[in-house]
């Protein structure tokens, strides 16, 4: 773990602030869940949870059936990661959304980009456009998405719709 120099004082209700510049770091919003667990030495940790982390597994290999099915290259995110990648875009996996995608995955609505120019970039360190954006929504909570980053005719777009309703019902149960 990385030391911070940064310490706090838990109030008489147990409640402890997290520093404002490590919540910006963290990409920790208001409202977001935080898991707390202890390790073998007995460190309290606070972790982001993610919900589509724990189905990081079953979405890669959704992603990988996408490629190899529809010949399309997909990503399927939570709302700061790349949770899974296919296809062209496989080596952005763990990588950190672009601020144009969590922008337009806050909208809670499906996005089909006209021209290249209005497609937002998958993210900062992996500049691919992202064609067809599909939301995550559980609950009414914005979860994730899964995207396009090749042509978004009207099949793959409903591919990824089916997809993003498919892993809001797997968070659903």
């Known amino acids: 773990m990385k030391a911070t120099g940064i310490v706090r004082r838990i109030d008489d209700l147990g409640r402890v602030v997290i520093p404002k510049e490590i919540r910006r770091t963290q990409l920790i919003r208001v409202g977001d869940p935080l898991e707390i667990f202890v390790t073998a030495e007995g460190d309290v940790v606070f972790r982001k949870y993610s919900p589509m982390g724990e189905l990081a597994a079953?979405?890669?290999?959704?992603a990988a059936a996408l490629h190899r099915s529809a010949g399309v290259s997909a990503v399927i995110t939570d709302?700061?990661?790349i949770v899974a990648a296919s296809g062209d875009v496989r080596a952005a996996q763990?990588?950190?959304?672009s601020a144009d995608l969590a922008r337009v995955m806050?909208?809670?609505r499906p996005f089909t980009a006209v021209s290249d120019a209005e497609a937002p970039i998958l993210c900062e360190e992996f500049p691919a456009p992202c064609r067809a954006v599909a939301p995550i929504l559980c609950h009414g909570d914005l979860i994730g998405c899964v995207a396009l980053t090749q042509s978004a005719d009207a099949?793959?777009?409903s591919l990824i719709t089916v997809a993003a309703a498919f892993f809001a019902a797997q968070l659903e149960e």
């Open 58 to 62: 079953m979405a890669a290999r959704y």
């Open 79 to 81: 709302r700061d990661r």
């Open 94 to 97: 763990g990588r950190a959304v």
């Open 106 to 108: 806050e909208t809670r």
């Open 155 to 157: 099949a793959s777009v």
